[in-house]
């Protein structure tokens, strides 16, 4: 499989409660991204990582979220606590150094109840 | 702050031209794209054009940018019902950058 995998497709979970995502980017590519998108709206950025460093945050990722690319390749984000707003579809994308085009995985969609 | 917008929907008949529209605000985009979405799957890059660019055509795609006017559309020719989706206009100042999206347009193609 040569495109971008994330896991689980699908997570309902309770609020208050943490949960974890993984990403597996194309292999290779050493730029990883992670972007939430809500019902009617386009994606939003969330982080990004160059192999296992993160160099941006946005306001958007409070202490609630964090992410990890410990060995420059699968990415984890987490989110501890969870509140309904959390909802949404969390999309990883990758891309390889220098290229123009990211590729974009089918995400995880976050129902919190 | 970056800002990108487009209207939300666009009905169109089948084998007619479709035109998507976009603006943005930030006038350090350097790269500006075109990202299409269908139901449960991810995005899909169709096409791209640099800043220094006025027209970018690719197959069935047509991609003109007004700098001056920061505005950018995507002509789609002999739309298709397989064309229907949503799709999104989205800015970066380099490739590394984070992609700044638009809110979506739906574009639905009836027969």
């Known amino acids: 499989d040569t495109g971008v995998s994330q896991d689980p497709r699908h997570k309902i979970t309770k609020r208050g409660q943490n949960v974890t995502f993984r990403c597996d980017p194309i292999s290779e590519h050493n730029r990883l991204y992670w972007y939430r998108q809500t019902l009617g709206q386009g994606p939003e950025f969330l982080t990004y990582f160059q192999n296992e460093a993160q160099l941006e945050k946005s306001r958007l990722l409070s202490d609630r979220f964090s992410a990890e690319r410990p060995k420059g390749s699968f990415s984890t984000l987490e989110i501890q606590r969870t509140e309904q707003g959390d909802s949404a579809m969390y999309l990883c994308?990758?891309?390889?150094?220098?290229?123009?085009?990211?590729?974009f995985g089918q995400g995880t969609r976050l129902t919190v109840v | 702050g970056e800002d990108v917008e487009q209207s939300l929907f666009l009905s169109v008949r089948e084998g007619d031209s479709s035109v998507i529209n976009c603006t943005y605000t930030?006038?350090?985009?350097?790269?500006l794209y075109w990202y299409k979405q269908e139901p449960g799957a991810g995005l899909q890059l169709l096409t791209y054009i640099f800043s220094n660019m006025d027209m970018k055509q690719d197959q069935r795609l047509t991609v003109l940018l007004n700098k001056k006017d920061k505005h950018l559309s995507l002509r789609i020719a002999d739309t298709q019902t397989g064309d229907s989706a949503i799709y999104f206009c989205?800015?970066?100042?380099?490739?590394?950058?984070?992609?700044?999206f638009g809110t979506g347009t739906r574009l639905q193609v009836t027969l």
């Open positions: 994308a990758s891309i390889r150094g220098g290229n123009t085009e990211a590729f």
């Open positions: 989205a800015e970066s100042i380099d490739t590394a950058s984070k992609l700044t």
């Open positions: 930030d006038s350090s985009s350097t790269y």
